[in-house]
Nanobody, 114 residues
């Protein structure tokens, strides 16, 4: 059974930092491309960042230079370090594992507000 469990969401002030983590089980983690998506109220889910099995990364233009995705294959974990957070970054952040199939976590709420 595949499980993706996110943690680390919360409330942060504009300009602050937060790191969300996702621990995967039930998959051969090192083979999977891992991504972070987000969905704000009333909006479609969008890709934030992806890290490929080989280590390459891609980012949405809106987060380039502020967010960093990384992975630790020994811990079956993918991270999203978020710096210089803005109110428009407020959303539920979802972890995604993709190879032949897509797997999703339950989501972690990130709220950026003063």
């Amino acid at each position: 059974q595949v499980q993706l469990v996110e943690s680390g969401g919360g409330l942060v002030q504009p300009g602050g930092s937060l790191r969300v983590s996702c621990v995967a089980s039930g998959i051969i983690f090192r083979l999977y491309n891992m991504g972070w998506y987000r969905q704000a109220p009333g909006k479609q889910r969008e890709l934030v960042a992806i890290i490929f099995s080989g280590g390459g990364t891609n980012y949405a233009d809106s987060v380039k230079g502020r967010f960093t995705i990384s992975r630790d294959n020994a811990k079956n974990t993918v991270y999203l370090q978020m710096n210089s957070l803005k109110p428009e970054d407020t959303a539920v952040y979802y972890c995604n594992a993709r190879l032949k199939y897509d797997y999703w976590g339950q989501g972690a709420q990130v709220t950026v507000s003063s």
